[in-house]
């Protein structure tokens, strides 16, 4: 089955820095990985997806990169702001185009971002 | 609130006890899953739906847990026997899949402690 694996599991860096996560996978299949951020206590929350038809992806501060020759993506977080503390998840599914198969998702283990005033 | 909704949100119980938790998803979303978190950990994929059909169990879910959808819409999810690490947020998480669009939206979950 498939593999994540996310790292680091913390990062803390200095309000207005940037942040960097990085996950890999195992299963060539997978064609969808998006990133979900938890805060405490509250649900996971979408925040980017990229599918593996596209290189990169950005949304106002956040970016993710996808290099499927190296199975391997990563989250950009540029201008950390306080509110951006909180646990981030990659995760990777297969069968968004085909129709077939499952679109569960496999998660890494987390990483832990606090942004320091 | 349209989104995801799990109840209870909190639940303790006895070892040995059953307990059932229940998911409503978004209304016109076909696939509905089940997720256990515990501390530390990415959400671990216990098994999900497409409309009523349970179509894919993870080998996590022992023979005492148990999922159903009976009319497409809502699921329970029961736990026989209930064992100290059966401890963790149960997730249930809801998408609609159509065309490219496969988003998963979470609820809250329901956190069961096992005492």
């Known amino acids: 089955g498939e593999n994540v694996e996310q790292h680091p599991s913390t990062l803390s860096v200095q309000e207005g820095d940037s942040a960097v996560i990085k996950c890999t996978y195992s299963d060539s299949a997978s064609n969808y990985f998006p990133w979900y951020k938890q805060e405490l206590g509250k649900r996971p929350q979408l925040i980017i997806d990229?599918?593996?038809?596209?290189g990169e992806k950005k949304d106002q501060r956040i970016a993710v990169t996808l290099n499927k020759t190296a199975k391997h993506f990563s989250l950009h977080i540029t201008e950390t702001q306080p509110e951006d503390s909180a646990v981030y998840f990659c995760a990777a599914s297969i069968g968004v185009h085909s129709g077939a198969g499952s679109y569960q998702l496999t998660f890494g283990k987390g990483t832990k971002l606090s942004v320091i005033p | 609130d349209t989104g995801v909704s799990q109840n209870p949100r909190h639940k303790i119980t006895k070892r040995g006890q059953n307990v059932t938790f229940r998911c409503d998803p978004i209304?016109?979303?076909?696939?509905l899953y089940w997720y256990r978190q515990t501390l530390g950990q990415g959400p671990e994929f216990l098994t999900y739906f497409q409309n009523e059909a349970q179509l894919e169990k993870s080998r996590l879910l022992s023979d005492r847990f148990s999922a159903e959808r009976p009319k497409g819409s809502f699921s329970t999810l029961e736990i026989q026997r209930t064992e100290q690490g059966d401890s963790a947020m149960y997730l249930c998480a809801s998408s609609l899949i159509q065309a490219r669009n496969t988003e998963a939206f979470f609820g809250q979950g329901t956190r069961l402690t096992v005492v």
């Open positions: 990229i599918r593996s038809n596209v």
């Open positions: 209304s016109e979303h076909n696939r």
